[in-house]
């Protein structure tokens, strides 16, 4: 069975520090999500991309975030310069136009 | 602001017994609801979706719908330890590309 794949699975990063997170979703997924997870908090939605583009985004995905699909499969979310408060799980989600979003199984980013 | 919000637990019922999770959310316009389930340190897994009031049943799970009073409910019939975990509200709203806005999560336990 087809499955959203991300990587890697646990990052550990330097503060001020440039990460890329990546993801490959099911081929025949057109909407494209990236959310985060603090410990011990609820999921929350980071932004949303269709068509090549952004098509929704939250206040936490500020000018430090920014995605991009350069390849057509793979779907990247970079944090330019880390900050301690990034320390968070993040998945990667996909859906095609009228199904469930499906999950990547995450990347554990830690920030030190 | 959307909200969906969650009784946060824990929900401790013993083995055999229906278990009954319950959600409420904000916003009148959503339209799709879901059911995931998360274990700790993995990423949600879709169990339920619902798109129109009344219930959906789906082997154990059956996820129950009231537009008008703005709640969605998930019973867990025959329940295991297997099923422990934190369960996930998660609703999409009509002109959102499929955000999910999720609800904080019920832990729930299940006891032989």
């Known amino acids: 069975e087809p499955e959203v794949t991300q990587t890697p699975s646990h990052q550990v990063t330097q503060m001020g520090q440039e990460v890329i997170l990546r993801c490959v979703p099911i081929?025949?997924?057109?909407?494209f999500y990236w959310y985060r997870q603090i410990l011990g908090q609820k999921v929350e939605f980071l932004v949303s991309?269709?068509?090549?583009?952004?098509?929704?985004k939250s206040e936490i995905f500020d000018d430090q975030f920014s995605v991009e699909r350069p390849d057509g499969s793979n779907f990247t979310l970079k944090i330019r310069s880390t900050k301690l408060e990034d320390s968070a799980m993040y998945f990667c989600?996909?859906?095609?136009?009228?199904?469930?979003?499906?999950f990547g199984q995450g990347t554990r980013l830690t920030v030190v | 602001q959307k909200e969906v919000e969650q009784n946060s637990g824990p929900l401790s019922v013993p083995e055999g017994a229906i278990a009954s999770l319950n959600c409420t959310y904000s916003?009148?316009?959503?339209?799709?609801f879901f059911w995931y389930r998360q274990y700790s340190g993995k990423s949600p897994e879709l169990i339920m979706s619902?798109?129109?009031?009344g219930d959906k049943e789906d082997g154990r799970f059956t996820a129950q719908l009231n537009k008008a009073s703005q709640y969605v409910s998930l019973l867990i019939r025959d329940s295991q330890p297997s099923d422990s975990a934190t369960y996930l509200c998660?609703?999409?709203?009509?002109?959102?590309?499929?955000?999910?806005?999720f609800g904080q999560g019920t832990i729930l336990t299940v006891h032989p």
């Open positions: 989600a996909g859906r095609t136009g009228a199904t469930e979003a499906f």
């Open positions: 081929s025949n997924h057109l909407y």
């Open positions: 991309f269709y068509n090549n583009e952004i098509s929704e």
């Open positions: 916003d009148r316009v959503s339209q799709s």
């Open positions: 619902i798109y129109s009031n």
């Open positions: 998660a609703v999409t709203g009509g002109t959102s590309y499929g955000k999910l806005t």
